[in-house]
């Protein structure tokens, strides 16, 4: 874990030197959040020589966040900004950093399933060229099925379970590779099953899922240690 971490605080050195040298480049601000918020995840405690956890995930959240300023359609800074902003339980701005993807044109054809996992690899080949003016970058991520998927755990966490099964469905249907789509359906099923149940105590008048005390249940009913992350 000590290794891990300190790999990590040596590639923030090294991408913080060479935003220095590019400061406008989109690509390297988006890099070093990234180093930043692995770092943080990766430091087992934080001693009195290092900042707070907490205050390194801030750190890579304003890093993601000028990345996203730079470059609004970087695919990669948006969809690592989500994933910072979520950890903080900042579920609204996670989902609003994360909805333009969603929103980009071309986001109708299939054909995703390129990987998953927190690196953002899935995004590799798009993410290179955000810096350029005319790259349709955030098209593509439109037809990844990992933002769908992300999006979706997002919806859930904030009670909107009926748009997390659609959300789904979608990244479903954009054709995922054979393990993860076996996990999204098993996620899918946990949220038909909480869907259900919020609806029932709709009919029974004790409250939906808009409100604290029906999102404390859903909780229960979709459970976010249940084995569901990618």
């Known amino acids: 874990v000590h290794f891990r971490a300190e ?70 800074a948006r969809f690592e900004l989500s994933a910072a902003l979520s950890g903080l339980g ?29 690196g953002g690899s899935v995004f590799a080949s798009s993410s290179s060229s955000s810096s350029s003016p005319s790259a349709p970058s955030s098209s593509a991520a439109a037809r990844e099925p990992a933002v769908w998927y992300q999006c979706a755990r997002l919806l859930r966490r904030l009670g909107r379970l009926r748009e997390a099964r659609s959300h789904l469905e979608r990244a479903l249907d954009l054709g995922p590779a054979p393990a ?26 004790e409250g939906g899922g808009e409100d604290e005390g029906g999102r404390r249940q859903l909780c229960d009913d979709f459970d976010e240690s249940s084995g569901d992350e990618l």
């Open 180 to 205: 993860d789509a076996a996990r999204i359906r098993s996620v899918l099923d946990k949220c038909c099953v909480a869907l259900v149940a919020q609806e029932q105590r709709n009919a029974k008048g």
């Open 90 to 118: 900042e579920v609204e701005a996670a989902l609003s950093a994360l909805l333009p993807l969603l929103a980009a044109p071309g986001g109708g054809s299939g054909g995703g399933g390129k990987g998953w996992g927190s």
């Open 7 to 76: 790999k990590w605080d040596m590639a923030e050195y090294h991408f913080r030197r060479a935003s220095g040298i590019h400061p406008r480049s989109s690509v390297l601000r988006c890099y070093l959040g990234m180093a930043v918020a692995r770092a943080a995840a990766a430091a087992p405690t934080a001693d009195s020589a290092s900042a707070p956890p907490d205050s390194r995930a801030r750190d890579a959240v304003r890093e993601l966040s000028r990345a996203v300023e730079l470059d609004g359609r970087n695919p990669l």
